[in-house]
């Protein structure tokens, strides 16, 4: 096991010195260093929960997060990076210089720039510039911190998804919620601690790994919920079991794996019996966290979701319903902005499905206290290019430059950080990694971003990975 | 005094940031401090210190950790990161005089610079820098001065030396020990102050032997019988011959190898579209279970194609390389994805076969192992010259059935000779005749394409003029391309569709089958002087040289359009309907060939020089879903045009043509009846035989497809990659081997196959290592080195390292068999103990890493279904084919949970009883119950499990509606085969899943819930048949003893045992 482990850090140090450790056991000191460096896990000599709560290493800003992430990759120049400058350059070619060594997905990078295609106000107290397509977010903007300048290493989705949310565009490594219960572990009792729901046209387009586990303990992956239906795979009892006849049967289990435990003496039968009984605590209290009728008429009105319905706004107020029963980590997928063509049309659909949800999130996160301790972070795994394609009503892939906005536990409320060129095509100012993001909500949550990490392959292997990270201080409170 | 700044000089402003960032991958070392404090105090500071002090410091199990953990990171074999010029992995590089000092001045700790260094107390020279997080305790400090002390010798770390036999300890002549695996065990537990376990119950022996050969639990007659023997031993042994020569052998440890070779049935990524790989998964499986010598395993898999006389099976091994994700999202550069599979490969054959990370090299040199940048290159260079191939493959019976069509043709051939004895001149007139034609002239056209109307694909410019399509593959599209008039007069267009290897069974399409349909070939022209000005220019004729006869669209096409869509001849292509098209598709054996038409222009074009020719591929014969392998798109194309008048298609298959030019005496048997064939087609009088011949080919079997590798004739030159990015290449590398494993022999070639010799190479110092390993990893929970993948310098240390090395050699010289390492570790002692650990064993050892008790371990994901459905007598023990869609929730399979929808088309029930191996593997979307239980999704190599413990298992095995099924299936053996009596049936059930009787305990608390349970359903016969899931109109008459309400109390029963812990351990 491994006793430096963070998972381990509540077990007493007596428990650990073990008397082959002091011995000449034919494993020097170094090697004992390493041994117990070994990501390993839990096993019979560690039957502490892998998901109990665990301090994090400094006081936390934010207790969980929850992800919008608008999959597909939005249109920032639609939505959030005003360029009065590339409404003027429309139809002609973009500098050459600006192309060196830009690859792009679908389009011959010398293609002609497209101007914006919806209008810009400013909002609020911050004045912060929004685009017509959010008028409800415009409602709720001086709660939020809008960041102008992130760029990315990837441009087809699939890559650019994984290394949103593992830091890597390989897969194999684990995502950030991942990451998040690893460090911190969960304080929901009766349900999973990292939940992810989808809506939209399509799922991710990283699939199941876009929330995986990667090397770490698989008991940290993000557990899909269906909007509905059962929410969890298998949360039903089968036709002809009861909830009664299920407490017996688990009941008869458990007894007969206790005469066992008696027997063998082996800790992992003890975890079973436990997860037996989480297992029947889930199939209550998932449906109940499922069932919105006992929502108000206007709280239900204020997120436009509707009981029973399979929608980003259901998932929104779920969201808050998970955070609510201690929830560590949700993400909802919202994947739909990959506006080759149809840009306008679709930008307009989407911000209708999108907006009045995401917005209704903060205000009620806020008028219930609980928008203190949750990071809510919205935005997709890459931008769109100033230049058009197919014709006059569509953008390509870009990663040079785009647009997220964060809010909540720890964001300093209320601002706009980062600028792009004129034409929108780099960050310029304030330039943010994907990897910046990833150091600074680790950050928020109370854990430094060079200290979570897991050994694996010879390597303490971290989120932020092996290049520098750094938080995105202007916007923390 | 110069050499001390140098070191220092190390930490100025720029050279610390580097130090900070790099270093800090290694935080958590910060823990182990607070950690080493607790035991400082207890241990070192006690009376065993002094003990402690007085054993000599070992290099290789002391020292080099110390350094590995602490130095290499910035001292090590990375010279990018190397500072102040020094390197501690190198002993030279340690002695080496530094201007009157040197980092280890041997037998002289207070002249050496490293001791000077770990102990200064200012910060800014202190090592490590403190801005690491790292730093080692002054006992760690005291380690590394004894070691200089001592001589500061460097050793060759352990798993770098070829193993050696070692001489058996004293131990081998206890009673206790069976074969030399105990006697190492047993030295070891000495030397802990342990002793081993009693020889495990018979039963629990039985089914742990049964678990790890084969998978699956005994049957109940097997254990009776082997229970029955009064020879426990001679039992033992005949258990564990037929367990080996199982046929279900290769199932369970093919699973096994499936994870390092990231098997699975679909590409990943966005799209994850279906593949056909299953051939693969069959011969890993027929692999082991024929015991191919270890040796050979590797190296069909890497170079099975290379060996004289490659048929299929060698070609379809291959496939482990080509097991890596293919990224097909519109707009990808398929040269990049194609260096990600090959760093897949990279991996894999690290993992998998030399236990090293040699991954870490893809973007800097190793900052731990001696692996430089460019020896990753080196290796990498190997495997580069691949095309990304399917083969066409056939199963034994499709095999058979090629066979015969071949000699039936054959047959008639021979006959056609026989009955002209003058064949031969009148063959040879034809070719001279046929030489004679003067074909005409073809310009290929060099085509710019329009970006949005190629919908994400990739035209790929060939050498020969040609466009390779690569990456997404759309279905409903109309790519066009405008190239500029290289003659004056333009008579006529050639349209080729050319074979690749990188297409589906080498094309020349991008279908499933390798085919492709032509909706329409249009072309427009525009005057150089007013390049807008498209005139839509109109065909005359069109032929071409293969020409199938009008079939409807096969379902897989459908467009959901609902119209009636078909392919045929040529004409289609210029019928202006957009509902035919020009079909590839002459039936299998016959279809993946180029094939050419030709477009006769009703009006040449005249003073055509410099104008602009847009030529569209209308190509609307694919289906709806382009997520999904829908597309019949062409594959590989050539356009070109011609001012020759009344241009028509070549009947004649170009490379019989090629044929012409050699003269009748120099010719091949091969290349004569190429000749015959192409021959025969042209005399009228062979009517009748063609007929017939034509008839034979509709016979052939179509086969399947199988993705494998195929060497290049062209080599591709490999570049040293800086950072590991395909756009940034460095010098050119020639193949080769890392100068810290084993040379290459004299006479090795530059080939994969070379490559693949060299991996195992008896002197390989990790190969043999690393598999008996995971062998005993398997067997034991945990390995003997307890990193698989890594046996370098940061890996675990083994825990017996002897007796790694002994089974490595003993897996060597007894021919690489890995059944013989099966059958020593089964017969040990050592495998045979009882897993109860007692309390203090489990104090003293709780990981078992001195294995002073048997293992005690869940199955594997494959294993907790295959238990459940032997258990319940659902099993299908059928072996290999194509994988299978056991039922799953739909909607996963639907977006918004999977990016586009796929098929999941279950069939029957058959299939869903097969065993997990054969469960269909979605990469994007897991299969539920497989990925619930730790299975790994094959995005990468897997060569160590995780196990977890979670509630969702629990809902798996309580509410799953198989494991429901295998609850009522239980329930049902059991009334219907174990009499009425209760205790009868308990001990029936209990024995097919436990395979022991119950316990008069558990008899108790089971029997209690039934007759509840009875009670209960007899009142509400409608709640038992739904638990019996019998709809109303079904309900069977029951045999006269035999209740609803009981059944439906025993499938309780059932579905309560097979959740028990036990059901799913091996023990």
Redesign the interface.
Same mark, same amino acid.
């Not at chain 1, 989808?198 to 790994?209: E, F, H, L, M, V």
């Given at each position: 096991?491994n006793? !430096? *482990?963070?998972l381990y850090?509540t077990v007493p140090?007596h428990a650990?010195?073990?008397?082959?450790? +002091?011995?000449?056991?034919?494993?020097?000191?170094?090697?004992i260093?390493? $041994? *117990?460096?070994?990501g390993?896990? $839990? =096993?019979?000599?560690a039957p502490a929960d892998p998901l109990a709560p665990r301090p994090a290493h400094f006081p936390a800003k934010a207790k969980h997060v929850i992800v919008l992430f608008m999959a597909g990759a939005p249109s920032q120049l639609e939505l959030f990076d005003n360029k009065p400058q590339l409404a003027k350059f429309d139809g002609t070619l973009p500098p050459p210089e600006l192309l060196e060594?830009y690859?792009?997905?679908?389009?011959?990078p010398s293609?002609k720039l497209l101007g914006p295609k919806f209008k810009f106000a400013r909002h609020g107290a911050s004045g912060a510039e929004l685009s017509e397509l959010l008028p409800e977010l415009a409602k709720v903007v001086d709660d939020i911190a809008i960041v102008r300048s992130l760029h990315t290493d990837a441009f087809? !989705?699939?890559?650019a998804q994984i290394l949103m949310n593992t830091g890597n565009m %390989?897969?194999?490594r684990p995502s950030m919620g991942a990451w998040a219960l690893y460090g911190l572990g969960s304080e929901a009792k009766d349900l999973?601690g990292f939940v992810v729901f =989808? =809506?939209?046209?399509?799922?991710?387009?990283?699939?199941? $790994?876009c929330w995986?586990?990667g090397f770490l303990?698989? +008991?940290y992956q993000g +557990?899909?919920f269906?909007s509905g239906?059962d929410p %969890?795979? /298998?949360? =039903?009892?089968?036709?002809? #079991? *009861?909830p009664g006849?299920?407490r017996? &049967?688990l009941d008869?289990?458990n007894? #007969?794996?206790r005469? !066992?435990f008696e $027997?063998?003496? @082996?800790q992992?039968?003890e975890?079973?019996?436990n997860?037996?009984e989480?297992?029947f605590r889930?199939?209550t209290a998932a449906p109940e966290l499922m069932d919105l009728t006992g929502e108000t008429a206007e709280t239900l009105a204020m997120y436009g979701a509707e009981p029973g319905k399979a929608s980003f706004a259901n998932n929104c107020l779920l969201a808050r319903r998970l955070v609510e029963r201690g929830v560590r980590f949700v993400q909802l /997928?919202h994947?739909a902005w990959d506006q080759?063509g149809n840009l306008v049309a679709d930008l307009k659909k989407n911000c209708q499905d999108t907006d009045r949800a995401s917005a209704a999130l903060l205000a009620d996160l806020k008028q219930r206290g609980l928008l203190d301790e949750t990071l809510v972070i919205w935005g997709g795994e890459f931008g769109r290019t100033p230049m058009v394609?197919?014709?006059n009503d569509g953008r @390509? !892939?870009h990663p040079n430059a785009f647009t997220m906005w964060l809010a909540g536990g720890g964001i300093k409320p209320g601002l706009t950080v980062g600028e792009t060129d004129e034409l929108g095509f780099n960050a310029t100012v304030d330039r943010y990694h994907v990897r910046d993001l990833h150091a600074t909500i680790l950050h928020l949550l109370g854990l430094?971003h060079?200290?979570l &990490? /897991?050994?694996f392959?010879?390597? @303490?292997?971290?989120l932020t990975g %092996?290049?520098?990270a750094f938080l995105m201080d202007k916007i923390l409170a | 005094m110069q050499t001390t700044n140098c070191i220092l000089a190390g930490i100025h402003a720029e050279g610390r940031f580097l130090r900070i960032a790099k270093l800090s991958t290694c935080a958590s070392l910060g823990r182990w401090l607070t950690w080493a404090a607790v035991f400082g105090g207890g241990w070192w500071g006690s009376g065993t210190a002094a003990a402690q002090a007085e054993r000599p410091v070992d290099f290789q199990r002391d020292v080099r950790p110390l350094l590995s953990e602490y130095c290499f990171a910035c001292h090590g074999p990375d010279e990018a990161t190397r500072e102040a010029d020094l390197r501690l992995d190198v002993a030279a590089a340690a002695y080496e005089d530094r201007g009157g000092q040197a980092a280890v001045v041997p037998g002289n700790p207070d002249e050496s610079l490293l001791i000077e260094r770990i102990e200064a107390d200012d910060p800014d020279l202190r090592m490590p820098p403190p801005a690491s997080a790292k730093d080692l305790t002054d006992e760690q400090r005291n380690v590394l001065r004894r070691w200089i002390a001592g001589g500061g010798a460097f050793e060759q770390h352990w798993a770098f030396r070829a193993p050696e036999r070692p001489p058996l300890p004293a131990a081998a002549s206890d009673p206790w020990v069976r074969n030399p695996i105990d006697a190492f065990v047993l030295d070891r537990l000495r030397k802990q102050g342990m002793a081993p376990s009693p020889r495990a119950a018979p039963r629990t022996l039985l089914r742990r032997l049964s678990l790890d050969l084969i998978g699956l639990p005994p049957e109940p007659e097997t254990m009776a019988s082997a229970l029955a023997s009064s020879d426990e031993e001679e039992a033992y042994r005949a258990s564990l011959d037929h367990l080996l020569g199982s046929v279900h052998f290769g199932e369970r440890w093919g699973r096994w190898w499936l994870d390092a070779a990231r098997y699975a049935d679909s590409d990943g990524f966005e799209k994850d579209k279906p593949r056909q790989v299953w051939f693969y998964r069959d011969w890993v499986i027929d692999a082991l279970n024929r015991d191919l010598p270890y040796n050979e395993f590797v190296v069909q898999q890497i170079a099975g194609d290379l060996l004289d006389g490659a048929g299929q099976r060698e070609r379809v091994a291959t496939g482990f390389l080509r097991n890596s994700m293919q990224n097909e999202e519109g707009g990808v550069d398929p040269e990049q994805f194609r260096m990600e599979a090959m760093y897949d490969r990279m991996d894999a054959i690290g993992k998998a076969v030399l236990g090293l990370t040699i991954q870490c090299s893809q973007c800097h040199s190793h900052k731990y192992d001696p692996l430089q940048h460019r020896e990753y290159y080196a290796l990498f260079a190997y495997l580069n010259n691949c095309h990304e191939s399917f083969a066409t493959v056939y199963t034994a019976e499709e095999q058979a059935q090629r066979e015969q069509v071949l000699a039936e043709i054959k047959q008639i051939e021979d006959q056609i000779k026989q009955e002209r004895s003058d064949w031969s001149a009148q063959l040879e007139q034809w070719v001279q005749r046929e030489r004679g034609r003067r074909a005409a002239d073809w310009q290929s056209l060099r085509l710019a394409f329009d970006d949005n109307s190629i919908g994400g694909q990739k035209m790929l410019r060939q050498a020969d003029g040609s466009y390779l399509c690569q990456s997404y593959a759309p279905t409903l599209f109309a790519p066009w391309g405008v190239a500029i008039s290289p003659l004056d007069q333009i008579s006529a267009v050639r349209l080729e569709m050319l074979t690749d290897p990188n297409l589906p069974h080498g094309g020349p399409g991008r279908s499933t089958d390798g085919t492709a349909a032509l909706t329409e070939f249009k072309l427009q022209v525009a005057p150089a002087d007013q390049p807008d000005a498209w005139r839509d220019v109109e065909w005359a004729l069109a032929t071409a040289d293969g020409n199938p006869p009008e079939q409807e669209l096969a379902a897989q096409y459908d467009d959901r359009s609902g119209r009636r869509r078909v392919t045929g001849p040529i004409g289609f292509a210029i019928d202006g309907d957009d509902t035919t098209a020009w079909g590839t598709d002459l039936g299998p054996g016959r279809r993946n060939v180029p094939r050419h038409a030709v477009f006769q222009l009703a009006e040449p074009l005249t003073g055509a020089s410099g104008s602009r020719l847009r030529v569209t591929l209308v190509q609307r014969h694919g289906g709806w879903n382009s997520d999904d392998n829908m597309t019949n798109s062409i594959g590989r194309f050539r356009v070109s045009v011609t001012d020759r008048a009344n241009a028509v298609a070549d009947p004649i298959p170009a490379s019989t043509r090629a044929l012409f030019e050699i003269p009748a005496e120099q010719r091949t048997e091969e290349q004569t009846a190429a000749l015959f064939t192409a021959w025969r087609t042209t005399v009228p009088d062979l009517k009748e035989k063609n007929r017939l011949i034509e008839q034979a080919w509709q016979r052939h079997p179509a086969g399947h497809s199988q993705l494998v590798v195929q060497e290049r004739h062209v080599v591709r030159p490999t570049y040293r990659l800086e950072r590991g990015d395909f756009l940034k290449p460095a010098e050119q590398v020639q193949p080769g081997v890392p100068s810290f494993l084993h040379p290459l022999p004299h006479d090795a070639g530059t080939n994969r196959l070379a490559f693949a010799q060299w991996l195992v190479d008896a002197r390989s110092p990790t190969t043999a290592r690393a598999v008996v390993n995971r062998i005993w990893q398997a067997y034991f929970g945990r390995g003997i080195v307890d990193t698989p993948d890594d046996f370098g310098l940061q890996g675990s240390p083994p825990t017996h390292p002897e007796l790694l090395d002994w089974l490595a050699v003993e897996l060597m010289e007894h021919g690489w068999s890995l059944k013989h390492i099966h059958r020593l570790i089964a017969e040990s002692a050592t495998y045979q103990q009882s897993s109860v650990g007692s309390p203090e064993q489990l104090a003293e050892d709780p990981d078992n890493r001195w294995l002073a008790r048997g293992p005690r371990v869940r199955v594997d994901a494959e294993i907790v279904r295959d238990v459940a459905l032997s258990a319940s007598g659902l099993l299908n023990p059928e072996v290999g084919g194509p994988s299978v869609y056991p039922p799953a929730p739909a909607f996963l399979f639907e977006p918004p949970v999977s990016y586009g929808p796929k098929t999941w088309k279950h069939q029957s029930d058959a299939e869903s009883y097969r065993r997990a191996i054969y469960t269909f593997r979605f990469r994007s979307v897991p299969y539920p119950m497989l990925q619930t239980f730790d299975g790994p999704t094959g995005e990468v190599a897997c060569v160590r499990r995780p196990q977890s413990n979670t509630p969702l298992q629990a809902l798996v095995t309580l509410n799953e509606p198989l494991f429901v099924e295998c609850a009522r299936s239980l329930a049902r053996i059991t009334c219907l085969q174990a009499g009425a009596d209760p205790g009868a049936r308990l001990q029936f059930a209990f024995e097919r899943c436990l395979n022991r009787p119950p316990s008069a305990e558990e008899q108790r608390v089971l029997l209690s819930l039934i007759a509840d349970e009875e009670q209960r359903f007899a009142a509400q016969p409608d709640a038992a048949w739904k638990l019996l899931n019998v709809p109303e109109v079904q309900r069977p008459e029951l045999p006269a003893e035999l209740t609803p309400a009981n059944l439906a109390a025993w499938t309780v029963a059932a579905r309560v045992i097979l959740n028990l812990d036990e059901m799913i351990t091996k023990e």
């Open positions: 096991m006793c !430096h *482990d963070p850090r140090p650990l010195a073990r008397r082959w450790f +002091v011995r000449d056991c034919g494993i020097g000191l170094g090697a260093a390493l $041994a *117990d460096l070994m390993r896990q $839990a =096993s019979a000599s060594g690859r792009a997905a679908f389009i011959n293609s087809n !989705h699939a890559p %390989v897969f194999g999973p =989808s =809506s939209g046209k399509k799922g991710p387009s990283g699939g199941n $790994a995986g586990s303990p698989t +008991v +557990v899909q269906r239906g %969890v795979l /298998y949360l =039903s009892n089968p036709e002809g #079991i *009861d006849l299920q017996r &049967s008869a289990i007894q #007969i794996n005469l !066992h $027997a063998k003496r @082996d992992e039968i975890t079973r019996i997860a037996f989480m297992a889930m199939q /997928y994947e080759h394609q197919g014709g @390509d !892939h430094d060079q200290r &990490s /897991y050994r392959q010879g390597l @303490d292997m971290r %092996v290049e520098p | -």
